[in-house]
């Protein structure tokens, strides 16, 4: 007979290997054994919490993308700082007024357009977009040049949030925007990075017209899976002219399980 | 009409109703950030003295959001039920919350009552209800539902497994979920929020489930929750579909942002009760909501984020759903700063929803840039139970890997369970004992091996 006092660990523990989830604990009675209470409490919330308010690196960011050949334009939201951002979501979707200019000088002439617009915006997490964004885009970029399509510069956005893009890619007429943006840290993965495609867009999109590939990180989906979907995705948009819950990934072979991303 | 209160030598003046509603709101982020929020703590006590002399009939005279423009709004006052109404039709907003409380109101006069409450009339006496004002009169509200278990029986406390996986590996989630049922979870449902929307991967997944269920006849039911209209492709497609989930906001213009309305979720009922897969009912949608989504969609109608909360609930209500979850923290510090708030926040929902005759549970949960931690949410957990909360989340760990956020686990389900005396849905908790994993005492099983380790020495040798 097992010694109901004692913590007893759980006999299927094995199954931790198909999942970083936080399965077969352990228990104590009903609840967790000591060593992953603490681990939960004063370790992952904590480096959870600080990937939220780490500084975002825009020129470092900015100057690894500058690889995927295009010109690379740094630009601010109009949300001024992190306790701003974190405070009011509104500002963090519109463009500063600086940022504005900048943009404007870089709209195509006439009656032109940019088939599409790669933004990388920090969001909730800088370290993911330290990580994964410059590899991402030039992927995303290369792919995308090599189907022919004309790309506006790259835009990195300090304070985004999603609906940035759809100020962005108005200013800039690109018929579609892609944006790679920092998620919300978790505990057991900080660096998540998510990409939110939206077709023809324009100030007043709602998230139901866009499309959302979310969890490119190590654990998750790796470069070469997100940049297949998404570039499945923006093909669809451009053929079918939409975004978002009307356009679904019918794709019958889906990318297999998750790999490390090189 | 413009609605005035004296206080303290003070006038103050409230230019409409959904004006009057907002200041009288216990102080929240998201009604700040809306502009709506009383200015000070006395401009609110002022509101809520007003709104306590106010007749209900006045949430039937005037709609805080206009007939003409919402079909969320046409939807509560064309399914109103005045005979229902009748017992409460003579009272103030404050002679309401009196009657609701007194012993007379219990169970079976609630029950009576729901369909002619209006989630106006919910909201609006909730505001001038204490925490233990909520807790006391959720409590004594009834409401049963049904599909392969049986939700909301007194002295039953449920439990959903929330097993997501970030790349939606079948293996992951089958660990998970295995996870959950041997720890006695799972009686809600077992819902995985998918990372894609592919009608292909809700398809693998929920075969992945049904067979699970079949080979160990576990009394359970799925979802995947991916947007309504995969659900409806993957119906089509021939996929095992128990429960079609959908988030649903208070407007319509905030469920147009969610991609829906009435007309769809009507379709996506039909389709799934053509399966006729429920064995005890046909309670087939689920449903999720939570403050401050239409103020996210700038779709709110300048009205406080806790009565278009409850408007959600009517929409819930019309399509006779087996489940209904508030996500109250998950939307982030803007629109509930701290664990206080999001204390109240649940309660009000539980509250509201019970009241209208809706199965409430609660997906008690936090993100990392807010104001709260574990302790919040275990003391939330305790007046959830308290309150007859249907229902709350398992997640392993109360880590959710895919969705970044903090809800509750398995252990805190039974943690719930064992310190409030609750037990599991009377089939599943029948099934877990025959299965030896927990004792009839409702102790989790020491000294047996549980059967359905079989499965996972499958898993785990590779063989899914």
């Known amino acids: 007979m097992i010694d109901e006092s004692l913590p007893s660990a759980d006999p299927w523990q094995a199954l931790r290997r198909y999942t970083n989830a936080r399965i077969a604990l352990g228990r104590a009675g009903d609840s967790l054994p000591t060593a ?39 630009v601010h939201s109009a949300a001024p700082d992190r306790p701003a951002y974190l405070k009011r979501p509104d500002p963090g979707r519109r463009l500063s007024d600086n940022a504005r200019t900048v943009l404007s ?100 999109r709602t998230d139901a017209e866009r499309n959302c590939i979310s969890n490119i990180h190590v654990y998750g989906q790796s470069y070469a ?38 | 009409m413009i609605y005035t209160q004296t206080l303290g030598g ?26 709506l929020a009383a200015e000070s703590a006395e401009e609110r006590v002022a509101a809520q003295l007003c709104l306590a002399d106010l007749p209900l009939t006045t949430f039937l005279e005037e709609p805080l959001i206009p007939y003409e423009e919402d079909e969320v709004t046409r939807l509560i006052l064309d399914t109103h039920d005045r005979a229902a109404f009748a017992p409460i039709s003579s009272f103030t907003v404050g002679a309401f919350r009196e009657w609701l409380l007194s012993y007379t109101t219990d169970s079976e006069v609630l029950t009576a009552l729901a ?17 233990q004002d909520l807790i006391a009169v959720s409590r004594k509200c009834r409401v049963v539902t049904r599909f392969r278990t049986t939700i909301g029986l007194p002295g039953r406390f449920s439990s959903r497994i929330q097993p997501n996986h970030p790349a939606d590996d079948p293996r992951g989630i089958a660990a998970s979920i295995l996870d959950g049922l041997l720890h006695g979870c799972g009686d809600a449902v077992i819902g995985i929020n998918p990372a894609t929307d592919s009608p292909q991967a809700v398809m693998a997944l929920l075969e992945l489930i049904d067979g699970l269920r079949q080979r160990y006849a576990i009394p359970i039911q799925s979802s995947l929750l991916a947007h309504v209209t995969t659900q409806i492709a993957a119906i089509e497609r021939g996929a095992p579909v128990d429960l079609v989930f959908q988030s649903i906001a208070g407007t ?67 399509f006779e759903p087996l489940l209904v979850n508030t996500v109250v923290g998950f939307i982030g510090p803007e629109y509930l700063y701290d664990g206080k708030q999001i204390t109240r926040a649940a309660l009000e929902d539980l509250f509201c929803g019970r009241l209208m005759g809706v199965p409430m549970g609660c ?52 943690f719930v369970q064992t310190t409030l005396g609750l037990r599991p849905a009377p089939e599943f908790e029948s099934w877990l004992i025959d299965m030896g994993i927990i004792e009839p005492d409702g102790r989790l099983a020491s000294r047996e091996q549980p059967r359905l380790l079989q499965a996972v020495a499958q898993l785990a040798a590779g063989c899914a």
């Open chain 2, 363 to 414: 997906d008690a949960c936090y993100t990392n840039h807010a104001e709260a931690d574990q302790n919040d949410i275990d003391n939330l957990l305790v007046l959830l139970g308290v309150a007859g909360c249907a229902y709350i989340m398992g997640v392993p760990g109360a880590d959710d890997v895919m969705l970044n956020y903090q809800s509750t686990s398995y252990h805190d389900v039974r």
């Open chain 2, 252 to 318: 319509e213009a905030a469920n147009r942002s969610f991609g829906v309305n009435l007309a769809l979720l009507r379709e996506a009922r039909a389709a799934a009760l053509s399966l006729r897969r429920g064995t005890i009912g046909d309670n087939v949608m689920y449903f999720e909501t939570g403050q401050g989504s239409a103020l996210s969609a700038n779709a709110h109608h300048d009205v406080d984020q806790q009565t278009c909360e409850a408007r959600a609930y009517a929409v819930a209500r019309h």
């Open chain 1, 36 to 74: 992953p209470l603490l681990a939960f409490q004063y370790d992952d919330h904590a480096r959870a919490r600080d990937a939220v308010h780490l500084p975002f690196d825009a020129e470092g960011v900015a100057a690894a993308a500058g690889a995927a050949g295009l010109p690379v334009l740094i």
């Open chain 2, 10 to 35: 003070r006038t103050y003046q409230f230019q409409d109703l959904k004006t009057l509603m907002a200041r009288a709101t216990p102080e929240r982020s998201g009604d700040q950030l809306a502009g």
């Open chain 2, 115 to 131: 369909p002619g409450i209006t989630p106006e009339m919910a909201a609006a006496v909730s505001k001038i209800m204490r925490n």
């Open chain 1, 105 to 204: 000088a870089h709209t195509p002439p006439d009656d032109e357009t940019y088939d599409a617009v790669l933004v990388i915006a920090d969001g909730l997490s800088a370290l993911a977009v330290h990580r994964h964004a410059a590899p991402l885009v030039i992927h995303i970029a290369e792919a995308l040049q090599g189907l022919g399509w004309r790309l506006a510069p790259i835009v990195v956005v300090r304070q985004g949030r999603v609906a940035v893009a759809d100020e962005i890619g108005s200013l800039l007429r690109a018929r579609q925007a892609a944006i790679l943006i920092g998620e919300r840290p978790g505990l057991s993965v900080a660096d998540s990075l998510g990409i939110y495609l939206t077709y023809d867009p324009r100030p007043g």
């Open chain 1, 225 to 262: 899976a997100a940049t297949q979907t998404l570039i499945y995705l923006m093909s669809e948009a451009r053929r079918l002219k939409l975004s978002g819950v009307a356009l679904k990934d019918e794709r019958a072979e889906r990318a297999g399980p998750a790999t490390l991303p090189t």
